[in-house]
């Protein structure tokens, strides 16, 4: 089964990306949604470790088996601590500025990260464009 470019491809880059973060035998990849050399080669990786056939496809047993494995690894994970940044009824707008901001700018910065259509802002604190 050929996996086509696009949606598809980059949710399965996003899954062998968090396993990677936790398994050292796996290259980290930036989900661009084409599946070329560089998810072949993870996807190789992968098979490997899983004792799967190591062809570089994402065949269904493959497929199932990564997204069976991030599945595992996001329940194993504690959950997050809540951080009051911001209190009931609060809002920032243009011009604010502070820890919310820079919450905010942060989040920004960590989705760009993991999304091609986000990119990342410079952690000033102040809500500027």
Same mark, same amino acid.
């Given at each position: *089964?050929?996996?086509?470019?696009?949606?598809?491809?980059?949710? +399965?880059?996003?899954? +062998?990306?968090?396993?990677?973060?936790?398994?050292?035998?796996?290259?980290?990849?930036?989900?661009?949604?084409? /599946?070329?050399?560089?998810?072949?080669?993870?996807?190789?990786? /992968?098979?490997?470790? $899983?004792?799967?056939?190591?062809?570089?496809?994402?065949? +269904?047993?493959?497929?199932?088996?990564?997204?069976?494995?991030?599945?595992?690894?996001?329940?194993?994970?504690?959950?997050? +601590?809540?951080? $009051?940044?911001?209190?009931?009824?609060?809002?920032? $707008?243009?011009?604010?500025?502070?820890?919310?901001?820079?919450?905010?700018?942060? *989040?920004?910065?960590?989705?760009?990260?993991? /999304?091609?259509? /986000?990119?990342?802002?410079?952690?000033?604190?102040?809500?500027?464009?």
């Amino acid at each position: *089964m050929k996996i086509p470019d696009g949606l598809p491809v980059t949710d +399965l880059q996003r899954a +062998l990306r968090e396993i990677s973060r936790t398994d050292g035998t796996l290259d980290s990849l930036i989900p661009d949604g084409v /599946f070329g050399p560089e998810t072949t080669r993870t996807v190789q990786q /992968f098979q490997r470790s $899983a004792g799967l056939n190591p062809s570089g496809k994402a065949d +269904l047993e493959t497929w199932n088996s990564v997204f069976a494995r991030a599945a595992q690894l996001r329940k194993s994970r504690a959950p997050a +601590l809540g951080a $009051a940044f911001f209190p009931p009824g609060s809002s920032i $707008a243009p011009g604010s500025t502070g820890d919310a901001v820079l919450a905010v700018q942060i *989040m920004l910065c960590t989705l760009s990260d993991n /999304f091609i259509n /986000f990119d990342a802002v410079k952690h000033t604190g102040i809500y500027d464009e």
